[in-house]
């Protein structure tokens, strides 16, 4: 028994038809109708019934269908595994990363681990916001975005979520008069004093607008910052409201920072999701590898 001729049966019984069957598979009609007699003959039994107007398969024929589609599937994967095993020695990874995934996550030391795993993939990275990196996997231009899920992004890629909900916290310097509270409501702190935000149409900044918008409170804004990094070093020194990540404040307000405190928010909670974009089917080894990096590293 050979994997054509089982090739040549799932063929034949999916089409009703040598003719159709011999152009699907690419061989004459008499090659594929000579394989299915000789399989027959080794078998000892019917595979097909033969008409001059049909070809209709036995009881044993679909019997011997259900085992040649899972050695098919088989033969397909270890063909896979085999070709992705080869593509992990050489070619290429591009990677863009928004601010938020380079605080979340330690991308350089993924990146480090990666390259040790597969030395031969060439790798470019590269910091790109979450707009800029989906519309990059789409046009091909990257393989891997890892920054924050947006509510709509194009068509062709998917989202693998990589860790759990970031929530939002309000930051204020210790000389605010909420500072000592713990928490506030939005509405407290569209009272208390100016915002400092990101730059308008990031994913930070539309969630905090529309977080504001549902409860139908206005806020003054003072400042907007290209570099949301540097959102909480300005309040730290200038003063000011600001909404941003737990993970922006953390390493500085654990060092002991006296300068900045925390407030958590009242009502419904605020978050970001962060994950990788990459497109839907046509994925390269190596993407495959590194998002399966990611989330491995991260569980």
Known sequence: MQLKQL???????ETSSFTSAARRCDVTQSVLSYQIARLEEELGTRLFERTTRSVRITEGGLILLARARMINEQVTAIKYDV???AELRRGRLRIGMSYFATRMLDCVQFIACFHDSYPGIRISARCAT??????AVAANCLDVGICEQLPQYPEGI?????????RLVAVVSASHPLADQGHASLAELAESGSFIESRAGSVLRRRVDNAFHRVKVDRTIELELGLEGGIVQYIAEHGG???VPHAFVRTQVGSGRPDIKVLYLDGPELTLTL?????????????????????????
């Not at 998917?158 to 970031?166: C, I, V, W």
């Not at 994950?275 to 990096?293: C, E, I, M, N, P």
């Open 7 to 13: 090739e040549y049966l799932i063929a034949l019984a």
């Open 83 to 85: 070709e992705s095993l």
């Open 158 to 166: 998917t989202f693998h979520e990589l860790a759990p909900k970031a």
């Open 130 to 135: 979450a707009f800029e990196s989906t519309r």
């Open 241 to 243: 409201v600001a909404i």
């Open 275 to 299: 994950g990788a974009y990459t497109k839907k089917g046509d994925r390269s080894a190596a993407t495959d590898a590194f998002v399966r990096l990611l989330s491995e590293g991260i569980d």
